[in-house]
């Protein structure tokens, strides 16, 4: 059974720090890229950051560049989101998503988690 289960979210002032992490388990962690989406409420989901299979490659929204940092454990099956430097516009649901598409067939397999909350607010 797949499963991304997020933790670590929660209340932080302006300027805070939040580090938020995906435990995955139920398929091949190190095949797949990770990423992390928001969503705030009346707004689409974004993206936010993704890191490649190898952890060898990262990219980053504009909006958080400089300020938000990710990083990968294959051993631990785990992705992390170090938010520095938090704003109030930071608040959203986080997901942890993991994405995988078939180098022959191109089939693309796609994960999600249930989200967790970042308030930032005094």
């Known amino acids: 059974q797949v499963q991304l289960v997020e933790s670590g979210g929660g209340l932080v002032q302006p300027g805070g720090s939040l580090r938020l992490s995906c435990a995955a388990s139920g398929f091949t962690f190190s095949t797949y890229r990770m990423s992390w989406y928001r969503q705030a409420p009346g707004k689409e989901r974004e993206l936010v950051a993704d890191?490649?299979?190898?952890?060898?490659?990262?990219n980053y929204a504009d909006s958080v560049k400089g300020r938000f940092t990710i990083s990968r454990d294959n051993a631990k099956n785990t992705v992390f989101l170090q938010m520095n430097s938090l704003k109030p516009e930071d608040t959203a649901v986080y997901y942890c998503?993991?994405?995988?598409?078939?180098?022959?067939?191109?089939?693309?397999?796609?994960?999600w988690g249930q989200g967790t909350q970042v308030t930032v607010s005094s």
């Open positions: 998503n993991a994405y995988r598409k078939g180098i022959v067939t191109g089939r693309i397999t796609d994960y």
């Open positions: 890191i490649a299979s190898t952890g060898g490659s990262t």
